[in-house]
């Protein structure tokens, strides 16, 4: 069956008023935060493949993304970097569609339609999308998580999950892919946004804190164990950051006033400053070495 540009393999399920989880790479995907979260929720809720684009060509520059080749039973396959869409349907609660979209380099528009066609087809209620993105923040504090969740409630008894609620001030250069955003709205989808705020010192390729953090968030609204949540193996990782940079005075440094700016801005009412910015290129490089070591 064909959606758009996306093709669906028969039969196609019936799905119940279904909730959207949305990550976009590499456009805020930054520790892979948005990648991890929909993997951990799909292998707790067991989701198969949907479906995928047609032909990912017209749309994504595979000079850029680029094809993969692997050896499988002695002979070469060639795989294609491809939007693709992974249903669950829990016992309790709505069906969820997993959309791990890239960001295209062609014929946006066509691209777009087809992913709102796919949400129109499958009468999808709520349009949630996950991400990161770098900040000066520190990874000593409680990661925080901005967005807008509209009138959508989290569920009876959750934890407020939001560090701030609040829409985006920003004008300027964008992606093209906030017009899914515009679209579900003017559907009659209920929407929301979340996005962590990560060390922008650290850049690891695979950050389990604000993947954690993510998790904890959505936990308000969809109710999934918390072995679900990488608590443990975040909370290793920053430890190996922190012994990482134990010996760097430099960055303990502009760590101790980024934490400061922190309490200043999301633990009171007081006005903050600017946060602190701006390191050495020789702590950059030793930062940015860091990854392949965590």
Not at 107 to 126: N, T, W
Not at 247 to 255: A, G, L, N, R, Y
Request: glycine fraction near 6%; proline fraction near 9%; charge should be negative.
């Amino acid at each position: 069956m064909k959606i758009g540009a996306f093709e669906l393999p028969d039969p196609v399920p019936e799905l119940r008023t279904p909730h959207a989880l949305i990550m976009i790479r590499p456009w805020v995907d930054v520790g892979s935060v948005g990648t991890l979260t929909l993997a951990r929720l799909e292998r707790h809720y067991e989701a198969k493949e949907l479906g995928k684009l047609a032909r990912p060509g017209t749309f994504f520059d595979l000079t850029r993304y680029r094809p993969t080749v692997r050896n499988v039973d002695g002979q070469r396959v060639t795989t294609f970097p491809n939007s693709i869409i992974n249903v669950a349907q829990p016992e309790n609660g709505p069906d969820l569609m997993f959309l791990h979209l890239l960001e295209p380099h062609a014929m946006a528009e066509d691209y777009i339609d087809s992913i709102v066609e796919l949400l129109k087809y499958f009468q999808v209620s709520v349009y949630c999308r996950v991400g990161a993105m770098y900040d000066s923040v520190p990874h000593t504090r409680p990661i925080v998580v901005t967005g807008n969740t509209g009138s959508i409630e989290p569920r009876p008894g959750a934890t407020p999950p939001l560090t701030q609620q609040r829409g985006s001030s920003y004008e300027g250069p964008t992606t093209i892919m906030n017009l899914l955003t515009e679209s579900a709205t003017q559907m009659g989808a209920g929407v929301m946004n979340f996005m962590a705020h990560l060390p922008h010192y650290a850049q690891l390729e695979e950050d389990f804190a604000g993947t954690a953090r993510m998790l904890q968030v959505l936990n308000a609204y969809y109710d999934f164990p918390s072995t679900v949540v990488p608590t443990r193996r975040a909370e290793r990782q920053y430890r190996e950051l922190d012994s990482a940079i134990e010996t760097q005075p430099e960055v303990k440094s502009v760590i101790s006033r980024l934490e400061a700016h922190y309490d200043r801005t999301y633990e009171t009412t007081a006005p903050s400053a600017e946060p602190p910015t701006g390191l050495s290129p020789e702590i950059e490089r030793f930062l940015r070495g860091l990854d392949k070591e965590l």
